[in-house]
Structures are given as structure tokens and as C-alpha cells.
């Protein structure tokens, strides 16, 4: 059994509650491996469950925070491959979905584990999976049609990224909304970017005058739903952040607790590993931090537009 320092929220609560403790790793058993972690991925869905407002469970007290790392496999139970096939002591690896990735290590499934593409560090494989398998899913859920216009709204956020990476071998025109300060971003993934605020509506119909055959919404505001609304059929409009406008107008919203999108997200991680393996998905980390500071970290990535993926280095 190995001690681990893991960050962990004791109560309910914002960042301040975190807290690191030191915490006992089990010895993998069969189909488990055990991780030595060197970065783990932080999301907003991380700051969502530990502050409760998805309901809280007083009994998961205290509660594990992160569900994405990479690092390198120091144990391996018996008659165990990961995910990808193989796994020896000293491979680097990374995982999703995991319990308590913030950790200096951890024993996880096998079945979560998949090696490193050479192609990322620590900090980027461990922000991969989930960004990712979201803009998948979107995609899933509206495909995109070759040689059609589709706009993005939030393109220069880490969904918009992945989604714009994806989208680029499939022969479509991509225009995504972004503040001016971030339209190199989008340039960069193969996108073009357009002005969030008044008057967007108009300026994405200058841009198109064809029109436009899909909408993505990864910010959930007003402004995406309803300009989105106005230009693409409601069936050809998917969120992953405006829940309670898609229940009213109709159209869908993708997310892990469906168990559609959970089923789907777990089927395409190794096509997502490939992805980058190739150099055809990158992950822009903005900022990296020690364990110590996870509270800080995840008041980053609560409060303001971090400008990249943000990573806890045990």
C-alpha cells in the first residue's frame, strides 16, 4: 500500500474548502494499475460537484476531486492490460474517467488507462479526454455535412478548440464567436472569428449570406441560443451549457450524466488518444500549479476565461 498527498473537499463549498491531505492507495488488483501521477486535467465539472450544485451526498464526505491525469503506471495487477493494450511498470500513461485525480497517485480500471501519445506532455494528456470527448459528442449528436457553414459559439474555450480540431478534416466552414483578444485562437484551429454582443445575429449573416447549416453552443448564454435559434433549424442546434433553454425550445443538450453521452464518451477516447497521437488534436495549456494550490487553480478556472486548460503538478 503506498501513501499518497490527494486534494479533497471535507464539506461542500467553493475552492476554499479544498484541502490536501494525505490519503492510502490499495495495491492494484486484477484489472487495476497503479499511477504515479504527473499532472492532473481540471474542469469546471470539478468545481460543479465539490460545491455541491448538483446536490451533495453528505455521506461521499470527503469527496475526491479530478477525474483526468497522466503519468506513469508503478504497479500493475495480475492478468492486466490497459485500455490500449499492453502496460508495463515506467509507461506513460493517462486516464479518464478516474475518481480523485488529484493526487500524487492513484490506483484506477485498467479499462481507464490508455499510453501517452508521445506528441503531449503530462499537462496536455491529462486535459485531453474530457474537452474532447465533449466536442465528439456534439458532433454525434449533429454531425457536420461537408461543405456547409456552421457557427461556434465560444470557440476560443477548450470545447471550441477540440470542436474546431474535429472539425477540420471534414470540409466545412467554421465561424466562431470569441473576444477580439482570442481571435488568433480561433485562427489557429482553422476558424473564423466573429464578435460576440450586440448585433451578432447580423454580422454572422454578412459573413454567410448562404446561411448556415449547424450551431454549437458551448457558452449556454442567451445571446448563442437565441441567435443560433434564428439561424438553424432547433434540430441542427446542440448546448453543453444551456440546459433549461433546450428543455424549453426543444433542441438537444449533450452531457456526461446522459447516459447516451457517457456510453459514447467512454467508446471514443482511443480514437481521441490516436487523434492527438497523429499531431490532429493539440490542447493549449494555459497554466499549470502545484498540488498545494489547487484552490487557486480551480478559483481560475471558476471565475474568468483562463485562456487554456489549466493542470495540478504533485
Known amino acids: 500500500m503506498t501513501i499518497a498527498r490527494a486534494v479533497l473537499a471535507p464539506m461542500y463549498g467553493g475552492p476554499e474548502v479544498l484541502e490536501v491531505r494525505e490519503v492510502e492507495v490499495a495495491d492494484p488488483g486484477a484489472g487495476e ?7 492532473a486535467g481540471l474542469n469546471p465539472v470539478d468545481f460543479k460537484l465539490f460545491s455541491g450544485a448538483r446536490g451533495g451526498d453528505p455521506d461521499a464526505l470527503p469527496l475526491p476531486v479530478g477525474l483526468e491525469v497522466a503519468g506513469v503506471l508503478t504497479a500493475i495487477g495480475p492478468d492486466t492490460e490497459i485500455a490500449s493494450g499492453g502496460g508495463e511498470v515506467g509507461d506513460e500513461i493517462l486516464a479518464f474517467r478516474v475518481s480523485g485525480g488529484c ?12 499510453a501517452k501519445p508521445a506528441t503531449l506532455d503530462f499537462p ?12 465528439a459528442d456534439m458532433l454525434r449528436i449533429v454531425p457536420a455535412r461537408e461543405g456547409t457553414t456552421m457557427v461556434i459559439h465560444g ?25 477580439e483578444a482570442n481571435f488568433d485562437e480561433v485562427r489557429r484551429f482553422g476558424g473564423e472569428p466573429v464578435t460576440y454582443g450586440d448585433g451578432l445575429e447580423g454580422r454572422l449573416r454578412d459573413l454567410a449570406p448562404e446561411g448556415f447549416d449547424a450551431a454549437y453552443d458551448c457558452v449556454g448564454t442567451d445571446e448563442a441560443v437565441d441567435v443560433s435559434l434564428a439561424l438553424v433549424d432547433r434540430s441542427r442546434l446542440v ?11 426543444g433542441f438537444e443538450v449533450v452531457g456526461a450524466a446522459r447516459p447516451d453521452s457517457a456510453a459514447f464518451r467512454d467508446s471514443n477516447r482511443a480514437a481521441l488518444v490516436d487523434l492527438a497521437a497523429r499531431g490532429e488534436l493539440v490542447v ?8 498545494d494550490e489547487a ?20
Open 33 to 39: 494499475v497503479t499511477i504515479e501521477v504527473r499532472a
Open 103 to 114: 493526487s500524487s497517485a492513484l490506483t484506477v480500471p485498467a479499462a481507464d488507462v490508455f
Open 124 to 135: 496536455e494528456a491529462a486535459n485531453l479526454l474530457l474537452v474532447g470527448g465533449t466536442a
Open 155 to 179: 470557440t476560443s474555450g477548450a470545447v471550441g478548440v477540440s470542436l474546431l480540431q474535429q472539425l477540420a478534416p471534414l470540409g466545412v466552414r467554421a465561424i466562431g464567436t470569441a473576444s
Open 239 to 249: 448546448t453543453i451549457a444551456a440546459a433549461g433553454r433546450a428543455g424549453e425550445e
Open 284 to 291: 493549449p495549456v494555459a497554466r499549470t500549479f502545484p498540488l
Open 295 to 314: 484552490a487557486a487553480a480551480l478559483t481560475l478556472l471558476a471565475g474568468e476565461h483562463p485562456g487554456g486548460k489549466l493542470a495540478l503538478i504533485p
